[in-house]
């Protein structure tokens, strides 16, 4: 049974940045795509990022792209969202995906494996 754990969201201050974390366990990490998304109240979940099983490819939705970077260390089996230049509209719980094989999507049905979520408020 694959499980994801996330951490490292808090209260932070327009500008300001943090590092979320998600551990996984079972199954093999490294075969995984993993990804982050993100949902506000009265919104839909929309996507953030994906880290390809090696790391080495990225991709990034609109409105992080250039702020976020997405990265994982396989000998922890843990993926990492680090955030800077935090702006009040990324507000949110932040969850982490996960699944088998190398297809980076952006739509959440793709992704059978989920954390429960880390709470993310940035303060104007």
């Known amino acids: 049974q694959v499980q994801l754990v996330e951490s490292g969201g808090g209260l932070v201050q327009a500008g300001g940045s943090l590092r979320l974390s998600c551990a996984v366990s079972?199954?093999?990490?490294?075969?995984?795509?993993m990804a982050w998304f993100r949902q506000a109240p009265g919104k839909e979940r929309n996507f953030v990022a994906t880290?390809?099983?090696?790391?080495?490819?990225?991709t990034y939705g609109d409105s992080v792209e250039g702020r976020f970077t997405g990265s994982r260390d396989n000998a922890k089996n843990t993926a990492y969202l680090q955030m800077s230049n935090l702006e009040p509209e990324d507000t949110a719980v932040y969850y982490c995906?996960?699944?088998?094989?190398?297809?980076?999507?952006?739509?959440?049905?793709?992704?059978?494996?989920w954390g429960q979520g880390t709470q993310v408020t940035v303060s104007s």
């Open positions: 079972g199954g093999t990490f490294s075969t995984y795509t």
């Open positions: 880290i390809s099983p090696g790391g080495a490819r990225t």
């Open positions: 995906a996960a699944s088998i094989g190398g297809h980076a999507q952006t739509n959440p049905a793709g992704y059978p494996y």
